[in-house]
């Protein structure tokens, strides 16, 4: 299993982003994904998750109407488009998924951090004027 990534960097607050991950080595269009994310020094936070059909998505209250989930199962890929940030949003951001994918889908809203499997490399998101 591979997640790979991409699209952080450094924006000034009020600016966006998108996030990319690339899966590989699982059935992606059978699974269930989300994006958590670690600001420095502190523990890690779910930020969204979306359902293997992009049908349903759920977010944490802090990115709410800034953020949101899709995907193209098509290229195998789960996005994260970031509008309006804010410094508070400064963190490193995961791709990750679970073991077989897919489950209850009210354990994938504010779900557990150690029942995620599968994480990415993480990319950095740096919100600064």
């Known amino acids: 299993v591979q997640l790979v990534e991409s699209g952080g960097g450094l924006v000034q607050p009020g600016q966006s982003l998108r996030l990319s991950c690339e899966a590989s080595?699982?059935?992606?269009?059978?699974?269930?994904m989300s994006w958590v994310r670690q600001p420095l020094g502190k523990w890690l936070e779910w930020v969204s998750s979306?359902?293997?059909?992009?049908?349903?998505?759920c977010y944490a209250d802090s990115v709410k109407c800034r953020f949101t989930i899709f995907r193209d199962n098509a290229k195998n890929t789960v996005y994260l488009q970031m509008n309006s940030l804010k410094s508070e949003d400064t963190d490193l951001y995961y791709c990750?998924?679970?073991?077989?994918?897919?489950?209850?889908?009210?354990?994938?809203?504010?779900?557990?951090?150690?029942?995620?499997?599968?994480w990415g490399q993480g990319t950095q998101v740096t919100v600064s004027s």
């Open positions: 080595g699982f059935t992606f269009v059978a699974a269930y």
């Open positions: 990750v998924t679970r073991r077989g994918g897919g489950g209850d889908w009210y354990t994938w809203f504010y779900p557990k951090i150690a029942d995620f499997d599968y």
């Open positions: 979306i359902d293997n059909a992009g049908s349903h998505t």
